[in-house]
């Protein structure tokens, strides 16, 4: 999960790497667009992109929706970091969907805003960024996980694009590690696969533990873990060994070596493109395997 800790280790990166400031790295972000980092898809198909509003108990969440410009596909919802749903979020999903799926990216800050709620170059590392995702983050719990889940299922149940014959993928960074882990467990018999990415708080010591809903999920996951992440809690890892292993379910569990809490997106600080690109494929392969 973002904080402090996890920041001061991208500023050692950045400090040591010293051939791009933290001002340099916002520059870039604004002049070249985060579509134009990520490698293309090979024979990616044409899409169909579109913003949606989507009620849920707590009000309207607006959304990013992809998908091939024919037929219909298995379904994944994303769900952000905690920088939320942005242009980079926007580029995944879009990638996503010229592979073959029917993608759904929230705005998990919608009960406070609608997004996106930073601008382009935003960081962590910047205290004004931190002292407005932080209270949003901390408006969020296991409960509107739970119900956010339901509602993005509902929706993309009844969506032409989506085949509801195939079971749903879902896909979470940083804070949404947590966000993947209560969608499988929340619609079992929808959700198939699931994937984090430098996913944060999934194996506490708390009493609602991501981790103790594992006996309730019916699905293939992959876990890919940052390096100091797992520097930080090395015995979470084997805790979801230990619970999927009970649980009879399919686990891929990896720490990603050389990588940073917050490696995945493109217009992260700390993007690992190689690492990335590894986690990338292992997602694509789940999503082949579990969600055919």
Known sequence: MCDLDTQKDADEFLRRKGDMTRRQFGKLSAAV????????VANAQAVTESDVDITTPDGVADCYFVHPSSGSHAA??????ILGLRPAFRAMGKRLA?????????????????????????????PEIRSLVLPMAGHLNAETHFTDARAMVNFLDQQ?????????GTTGYCMGGPMVMRTMAAVPSRVGAGGTFHGGGLATDADNSPHLLIPQMR????HAVAGNDDETDPEAKNKLR???????????????????????????????EAQAE?????????????LA
């Open 33 to 40: 667009g985060v579509a134009m980092v990520l490698p293309t």
């Open 76 to 81: 994944v919802i994303v769900w952000p970091d």
């Open 98 to 126: 010229q592979s073959g799926y029917s993608v759904l990216v929230v705005n998990p800050f919608y009960r406070d805003a609608r997004s996106p709620v930073v601008g382009e170059g935003a960081s962590f590392s910047q």
């Open 160 to 168: 032409a694009s989506v085949d509801t014959s195939r079971k749903i």
């Open 219 to 222: 699905a293939s996951v992959l």
């Open 242 to 272: 230990a619970a999927y292993a009970a649980a009879g379910l399919s686990a891929e569990i990896e720490v990603y070596t050389d990588t940073l809490h917050g490696w995945c997106p493109p217009d992260s600080q700390v993007y690992n």
């Open 278 to 290: 590894r986690a990338w494929s292992r997602m694509l392969n789940l999503f082949d395997s579990a």
